[in-house]
């Protein structure tokens, strides 16, 4: 599972995209959401919590969730974040997995994120 958020300016009008993928590298899901005026870490964790909620109601069991934001995967990896803004965004997110038998969290280089990087600014 791929996410990505964008801001054109920061702040500015922001939107999140996701790519859900099977275990063979098949699209299971793909989508966009326009997001309210905000800054790129809320779009990009925005886009965390929107991939891992559809992933959620997909049935995913086991969740491999990838993006280019390292500040965001490093605050999922580490259980925190300390900019407050976000912290109730990562919260939310860290809870989400307890629902999945297993999930890892890692980064994607920018040009490995292209697709989602595409859907995020589909909107904005």
């Not at 993928?21 to 965390?48: C, F, H, P, Y």
Request: glycine fraction near 8%; include cysteine; charge should be negative.
């Amino acid at each position: 599972m791929n996410f990505d958020g964008a801001s054109k300016g920061n702040p500015g009008p922001s939107g999140a995209g996701f790519i859900v993928r099977d275990w063979k590298g098949e699209v299971m899901a793909l989508g966009a959401q326009k997001l309210d005026e905000g800054t790129n870490n809320i779009a990009e964790v925005s886009a965390t919590l929107l991939a891992v909620r559809i992933g959620k109601l997909l049935g995913v069991r086991k969740l491999c969730l990838e993006g280019d934001s390292l500040i965001i995967i490093q605050a999922i990896m580490k259980r925190s974040l300390e900019a407050w803004q976000l912290q109730n965004f990562i919260s939310s997110i860290i809870e989400e997995p307890n629902f999945f038998e297993d999930y890892q969290v890692s980064h994607a280089r920018r040009e490995d994120n292209a697709e989602a990087d595409i859907l995020s600014k589909w909107d904005i």
